[in-house]
């Protein structure tokens, strides 16, 4: 059984950092692409950014690019976003996904961005 726990989430003021984790197991974590997902309230759900397998390619929504930084560590099956300069628009319950599809989601950290 596929499972992705998220942590790291809380509120923090703009311009502020935070990093999620994501736990993951269940499944053979170097098979697999990940990425991150969001959904802010009343909204529906974003992509963030995707890392590859093996950690060569990675991309990013255009909102967050230059801000976030995505990574996995294959060894702990962890997967990893550093979030930096964070807006109030950033504001999210933040899931990590499995590929290909990434309907596979943990229960979501979130994160809230305010003064």
């Known amino acids: 059984e596929v499972q992705l726990v998220e942590s790291g989430g809380g509120l923090v003021q703009p311009g502020g950092s935070l990093r999620l984790s994501c736990a993951a197991s269940?499944?053979?974590?170097?098979?697999?692409?990940m990425a991150w997902v969001r959904q802010a309230p009343g909204k529906g759900l974003e992509w963030v950014s995707t890392i590859n397998r093996i950690r060569t390619i990675t991309s990013y929504a255009d909102s967050v690019k230059g801000r976030f930084t995505i990574s996995r560590d294959n060894a702990k099956n962890m997967l990893y976003l550093q979030m930096n300069s964070l807006k109030p628009e950033d504001t999210a319950v933040y899931y990590c996904a499995k590929g290909p599809g990434y309907s596979d989601r943990g229960q979501g950290t979130q994160v809230t961005v305010s003064s």
């Open positions: 269940g499944f053979t974590f170097t098979n697999y692409g």
